[in-house]
């Protein structure tokens, strides 16, 4: 119960927001084997969105629990001068930075080769989870109406985005918070990845494919070689190019990126 504390869960966590909620919790002094258990795996507990996104970005970001905040600064209306900056604050430090680097790897993981294999993006590191949680009717679990969610973040190795999707009583899907959340998640990133300019990177966790996937492989780099030895090198592939030399001079994708596999490289050649 310790940890459950330490990372804010039960009880506010102070954003700028009106009506914000606690979540519920066992008493401790009621809690047995049984709660033990089941708040292991997140029943007979709920907790607010914001505190999860705060848990999880702690969790990731080297183990540092912040206030979360809505509002960056106040500006002077004529001016637009800044009367008021709100800058980040640390409430607490809940796990040591050598535990969050396991716990960013775990999760990545989950993305390359687990359940949350929906949210992977070529080329880019994002590490994340799934949940599938029943809904309570009367004081009882659901059988039949879930909430699917997905909670993820990227870059895997060195977080700047934090990504919640919750979507409750999806109809005419499989109740799995893979299959419904994280491609929504997928599509945030790729915005993310846009409006933060995040950069590529190629040393992530391969992702293991399905028979469903569209599948991706690592073009090989033949900036230098001649267009014989490039169109040796890129078999499988379907070549565009421009110029009237022999020489590779530029290639797109570059070389180590990762590319739909039969997909198009342009060359330029010199």
């Not at 106040?74 to 009367?83: A, C, G, K, N, P």
């Not at 396991?102 to 994340?128: D, F, M, Q, T």
């Not at 990227?154 to 899907?173: H, I, R």
Request: aromatic fraction near 10%; hydrophobic fraction near 40%.
């Amino acid at each position: 119960m310790g940890y459950i504390s330490d990372f804010g869960f039960g009880k506010k966590t102070g954003i700028d927001l009106n009506g914000e909620g606690s979540g519920i919790l066992f008493d401790v002094d009621d809690m047995g084997n049984v709660e033990l258990a089941t708040t292991a795996f997140g029943q007979g507990i709920s907790v607010t969105p914001i505190q999860q996104v705060r848990a999880v970005s702690a969790v990731v970001n080297g183990g540092n629990l912040y206030m979360p905040y809505i509002v960056k600064n106040f500006l002077e209306s004529e001016t637009d001068t800044i009367v008021k900056n709100i800058e980040p604050t640390i409430t607490n430090n809940v796990i040591s930075s050598d535990t969050s680097e396991i716990v960013r790897y775990a999760l990545e993981s989950v993305v390359a080769k687990g359940s949350g294999h929906n949210a992977y993006i070529e080329n880019y590191r994002i590490g994340g989870k799934t949940g599938t949680a029943q809904t309570v009717e009367n004081g009882v679990y659901s059988d039949s109406k879930y909430i699917l969610s997905f909670i993820g973040f990227m870059p895997a190795d060195d977080p700047e985005v934090v990504v919640y999707v919750a979507v409750q009583n999806a109809k005419n899907v499989v109740q799995y918070g893979g299959t419904v959340a994280a491609p929504i998640a997928r599509n945030i990133f790729l915005s993310a990845i846009d409006v933060l300019d995040i950069s590529t990177d190629t040393e992530g966790i391969p992702k293991e494919y399905t028979w469903l996937d569209i599948k991706y492989v690592v073009v090989p780099d033949v900036v230098g070689k001649t267009l014989e030895d490039a169109r040796k090198d890129l078999k499988g592939f379907n070549i565009e190019y421009s110029g009237t030399g022999e020489e590779v001079v530029y290639q797109s994708p570059s070389g180590g990126m990762y590319a739909k596999d039969g997909g198009t490289v342009v060359l330029m050649l010199n």
